[in-house]
């Protein structure tokens, strides 16, 4: 489902680069759940955005289901974005004007979808993760634990392929963050590809496969559980 | 997405900051307003002095004698002579004295304008009296101080009398009141009802001003217009030494440059209106640049999950369409109660003109349009890995 192959990113600050990316390489099949873990400036926040599409490598190659994804445009990204990745973050990064519904409605306005379908995909998704009382709070009115359970039902309903979260926990105390992650490991068990990144190696033992990254290396790539 | 959409998200953007929207509305409201509230009031005045102008017919031809000091003066003595000799073509001849004058009756006082003319004038400007009678022959004769009051000076200096045969003082000398005219009920600012007319020979002395430099003529039919015209310049170059002196035209040169000056007036108007629209524009753009720097973080969101910069640009352009639309709307709102009120305050006749509501409506979009875009584009560009990083 994902292939990268020596993959490289650079940045480029005045006189010295950073090799944020420093040739990876990486396999992950449909229905797994791996974590990405590292200390902090190792590269998986780079790594994420080139596995979400968000950014191209500087070199190196990245089939997605198929597709050759390095070479395309920005247009074709968002494309790839809005169906085949659902993106988790650490900051929520939800819309704060609008309600938990439309936040979650927001991929499917992008996909095109009537506004009957966004509605009830978009409810059943929040109800999925537990927040079907909570359709109409802006995210101001609803907890950590609970504005990030709104990401997921954002991630979910467009059904993605691959869900991509980022230090989902990161922002919460120790009892949301095993709620999000369990969430996560049920979303596994029906069948969603995922894909956790994170500093935390407790966090990184609740998946199945742990990859370990260290300047913009793998050093280790285990099955766990 | 559908184009419904990025209306609602832009309808929920607006409301979500009612004041700013307000305030950068403002702009638009203004300009749209003014602007239509100055095209009906333009069109209202040109359009009650055509309708006069018209009234009155296409026979009538205006004489203004320019020069001063001749000592060939031409009188109007010389003119009635001249017209009587010319009956086939010329019907009626009034000179005219005008002036600002103050009259008292009783403890109230009111100024007016005066004019001083004979009796052909009632004739030529199609003018009845409601009561009493109009100045004769003889009252030019005998400079009797006789006056014909209009109806606005009639209500104002006896609103519960009768006023003819009282004395009433006109500058301070003593005058009789012979004769109210009929009401005219679409003259200009009521200038036609706010008058008062006097024998020109008494008019001459008041005024202090023997010599008469303006005419009225009506020609017998609006056919012998042209050749009285030629006449009347043939008459006067006897008097003077070259048509530099002395303006002749008729009720269609007229209409000719009030067609001009409302053409002017029209000119002066639009760039009035142009400059606000684009005051309005830029202030529409300043607060869209900040709107777009506050929702950097907003843009990242809708870019990771799949905006194309094409849904951001219509998301944002939109937005700023629909301010600069319902400012347009709320500016045409502002203008007709403006129109209505003054209108009623009976001031300035005016006449609404859906196509200045269109035209500005129109316009009001396209401001938005173009200041929208490039508020809108910067926000399209944004890198979404920068932008959800932005605090
Ligand atoms: N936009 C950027 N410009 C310059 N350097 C960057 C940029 N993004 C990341 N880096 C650098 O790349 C390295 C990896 O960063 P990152 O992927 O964010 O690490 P992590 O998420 O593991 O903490 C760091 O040294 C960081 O400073
Ligand atoms: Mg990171």
Aim: proline letters at 3%; a neutral charge.
């Amino acid at each position: 489902m994902i292939r990268i192959e020596n993959m490289h990113k650079q940045y480029i600050m005045g006189e010295t680069v950073v090799k944020a990316l420093n040739g990876i390489d990486l396999h992950i099949r449909a229905h797994e759940f791996v974590a990405v873990v590292g200390p902090s400036g190792s590269g998986k926040s780079t790594l994420m955005n080139m596995l979400g599409c968000l950014d191209t490598p500087s070199s190196g190659n990245y089939w997605l289901e198929d597709s050759e994804v390095s070479e395309l445009n920005e247009d074709k990204l968002a494309e790839i974005r809005n169906s085949k990745i659902g993106f988790v973050f650490q900051g929520f990064n939800l819309i704060p004007k609008l309600t938990a519904l439309e936040n979650v409605e927001l991929p499917m306005i992008y996909l095109g979808s009537s506004s009957k379908e966004r509605y009830e995909k978009s409810k059943k998704s929040l109800e999925n993760v537990g927040l079907g009382d909570r359709l109409y709070h802006k995210p101001a009115e609803l907890s950590g634990g609970q504005q990030q359970r709104v990401a997921i039902a954002r991630a979910l309903v467009t059904k993605p392929p691959i869900i991509l979260a980022d230090e989902p926990t990161g922002n919460l105390d120790s009892k949301s963050g095993d709620d999000i992650i369990n969430i996560f490991k049920k979303l596994n068990d029906e069948g969603n590809t995922i894909i956790l990144i994170t500093h935390d190696n407790h966090i990184a033992m609740k998946a199945k496969r742990v990859v370990r990254i260290m300047d913009g290396k793998i050093t280790e790539d285990m099955e766990v559980g | 997405m559908g184009t419904w959409q990025a209306y609602r998200m832009a309808i929920k953007s607006i409301l979500s900051n009612k004041i700013r929207s307000f305030l950068t509305m403002l702009g638009v409201i203004i300009g749209v307003g003014a602007v239509i509230t100055a095209v009906a009031f333009a069109q209202g005045s040109t359009k009650s002095i055509t309708d006069q102008l018209t009234s009155l017919g296409t026979n009538l031809i205006r004489v203004n004698i320019r020069a001063r000091n001749s000592n060939r003066d031409v009188k109007y003595a010389d003119l009635a002579d001249f017209s009587s000799q010319n009956l086939d073509i010329i019907s009626a001849i009034a000179p005219s004295i005008s002036g600002n004058v103050t009259l008292k009756y009783g403890t109230i006082i009111k100024d007016t304008s005066l004019i001083g003319t004979t009796p052909d004038y009632a004739l030529i400007n199609k003018r009845s009296i409601q009561s009493g009678r109009y100045i004769l022959s003889i009252d030019n004769d005998l400079r009797q101080k006789t006056a014909v009051i209009g109806s606005a000076v009639k209500n104002e200096l006896f609103p519960d009398t009768e006023p003819l045969d009282k004395s009433i003082k006109i500058n301070g000398e003593i005058f009789k009141v012979i004769g109210v005219l009929e009401e005219v009920a679409d003259g200009v600012d009521g200038t036609d009802d706010d008058q008062v007319i006097i024998p020109v020979a008494t008019a001459q002395r008041l005024m202090k001003n023997s010599r008469i430099s303006n005419y009225t003529i009506l020609a017998t039919t609006a056919e012998s217009v042209d050749l009285a015209m030629v006449k009347l310049e043939e008459f006067l170059l006897k008097f003077y030494s070259d048509s530099n002196s002395f303006n002749i035209f008729n009720s269609a040169q007229m209409l000719d440059t009030l067609g001009s000056i409302t053409g002017i007036m029209m000119g002066v108007l639009g760039g009035i209106a142009t400059i606000s629209l684009v005051v309005g524009g830029i202030g529409i753009m300043n607060i869209m640049l900040v709107s777009v720097t506050e929702r950097t973080r907003e843009i990242g969101i809708r870019k990771a999950i799949g905006a194309k910069r094409k849904n951001i640009l219509v998301q944002f352009l939109i937005e700023a369409v629909m301010v600069t639309g319902i400012g347009g709307i709320a500016g045409i709102i502002l203008g007709v109660c403006a129109i209505t009120i003054i209108g009623k305050m009976g001031l300035v006749p005016a006449v609404y003109s859906p196509i200045w509501i269109f035209v500005s409506f129109g316009i009001s979009l396209i401001v938005g349009v173009v200041f929208g875009m490039f508020p809108a584009n910067k926000a399209a560009r944004l890198n979404p890995i920068e932008a959800l990083r932005y605090e």
